[in-house]
């Protein structure tokens, strides 16, 4: 996949991975899954993850919040690709035509 500004790849994603599951309380969408960072926006706290075991591997953009612990129930916010031509098309486009 090619990125587009403000999207960059993420080399080194613990400290993003770390974050998430930290933020995450049992009753999150995203609680308990096998996550990866692979992108981030350069411009804010967005970071886009594979989410992968299960039934299939999916996307996720999440935006952090780095508070370093639980967050309240629904966040972080989440918005949810079935693939990363999903993700491209929906949101990465839009994003960079915003930008």
Known sequence: MTLIEPWESIEQGEQFETELLREVS???PLYGKEIT????????DD??????GGEKTYFVVVHLTWKMKVEAKGYPCCEFFESLKEFETKRMTHDHKMY
């Open 26 to 28: 049992e009753s999150h």
């Open 37 to 44: 960072a692979i992108a981030r926006r350069f411009d804010c």
């Open 47 to 52: 970071v886009l993850f594979q989410v992968a």
